[in-house]
């Protein structure tokens, strides 16, 4: 068990992708992957800054993101008749 980085908010980048209906491999759609790339981006990060090696930044550069609007940090919280962590 540990503990892993999540986003606290979001500027200038997506949120969140929502990919219901994108074909996979197989050809077969998606139904309901929603994908919360800052939080991804945010657990990627914690790799490179380490626990104790206080390291307090990351730059990522060369992401491929989806093209969407740029989101927000509300976009990342789950409604509360969906989360099963409450």
Same mark, same amino acid.
Not at 18 to 28: F, K, N, V
Not at 50 to 59: L, S
């Given at each position: 068990?540990?503990?892993?980085n #999540? &986003? ?6 997506? @949120?969140?992708?929502? /990919?219901? $209906?994108?074909? =996979? +491999? ?8 929603? #994908? &919360?790339i800052?939080?991804?981006l945010?657990? @990627?990060?914690?790799? /490179?800054? $380490?626990?104790? =090696? +206080?390291?307090p ?6 992401l ?9 940090g ?6 509360s ?5 409450r």
């Amino acid at each position: 068990m540990g503990l892993v980085n #999540v &986003a606290l908010g979001v500027a200038g980048m997506p @949120a969140v992708a929502r /990919l219901p $209906g994108t074909p =996979r +491999r197989l050809r077969t759609p998606l139904q309901a992957t929603v #994908v &919360a790339i800052a939080d991804e981006l945010a657990a @990627a990060a914690e790799l /490179l800054m $380490g626990k104790t =090696r +206080r390291v307090p930044v990351v730059i990522a550069r060369g992401l491929d993101l989806p093209e969407v609007a740029a989101g927000t940090g509300q976009e990342l919280v789950r409604p509360s008749e969906l989360d099963l962590f409450r």
